[in-house]
């Protein structure tokens, strides 16, 4: 089955600080995702990329950018935490998209807390 | 607005019982719909998916597209504790992108 991993998974940031959150998968998938789930709103999607070198915003990007540096990794970056970015996160990667296909394959998710 | 809203939030139905859960979306456009499962503290996983009108069963999950009326169902035969966790409905907002709703907890009581 894909492999997504994340690290950390749990992560406590004080306000202001920079957090980066990191995402590998070894499927050689060209599609990967930061999406965060929080109580009450599903999954949000906040950047996605089409492959290495490429990020483009989702629904909820503001106070978050990307990285996508191989087709392998693909790294949320918090430059100024803040408290309103207390979620998880969760990364997945998938295959460009095919009749009949078009799964996304999810991380466990990374937990940061922002005090 | 939510661009894929489901219903309900939560339900609890006894084991052995039909469960069906909703999703309506607002984008007629939507090439692709699926459902994702997840448990408790758990990553999301994919348990159907459909591109067309009509109806699709996989053992005792059945999924049903109507683009015409914006609706799509999740029904599960025969439910069991194992089937309690989050159920989450995605249609994809542009290419390769999914668009999830906010999900609904189920419970399955032994």
């Known amino acids: 089955e894909a492999a997504v991993t994340q690290s950390p998974r749990n992560k406590v940031a004080v306000t202001g600080g920079k957090v980066t959150l990191s995402c590998n998968q070894t499927?050689?998938?060209?599609?990967m995702y930061w999406y965060r789930q929080d109580t009450g709103h599903g999954l949000r999607l906040i950047h996605y990329?089409?492959?290495?070198?490429?990020?483009e915003k989702g629904d909820i990007p503001d106070g978050y950018k990307a990285s996508r540096p191989s087709q392998e990794n693909f790294s949320l970056i918090l430059e100024l935490a803040t408290p309103s970015q207390t979620s998880v996160y969760f990364c997945?990667?998938?295959?460009?998209?095919?009749?009949?296909?078009?799964?996304?394959?999810f991380g466990e998710g990374s937990k940061l807390t922002v005090l | 607005q939510q661009k894929v809203q489901q219903s309900p939030e939560s339900l609890i139905v006894p084991e052995g019982a039909m469960t069906s859960l909703n999703c309506t979306f607002s984008?007629?456009?939507?090439?692709?719909f699926a459902w994702y499962r997840q448990h408790s503290g758990k990553a999301p996983k994919a348990l159907m998916s459909?591109?067309?009108?009509g109806e699709k069963e996989e053992g005792r999950f059945t999924i049903h597209l109507n683009k015409a009326s914006l609706h799509f169902s999740l029904h599960i035969r025969d439910s069991q504790p194992s089937d309690s966790a989050l159920y989450l409905c995605?249609?994809?907002?542009?290419?390769?992108?999914?668009?999830f709703g906010k999900g609904t907890v189920l419970l399955v009581s032994p």
């Open positions: 995605a249609d994809d907002s542009g290419y390769n992108k999914l668009t």
């Open positions: 990329s089409y492959g290495a070198g490429s990020t």
């Open positions: 459909i591109f067309s009108n």
């Open positions: 499927n050689n998938h060209n599609n």
């Open positions: 984008d007629s456009a939507s090439q692709y």
């Open positions: 997945a990667s998938g295959r460009d998209w095919e009749a009949n296909t078009g799964q996304l394959y």
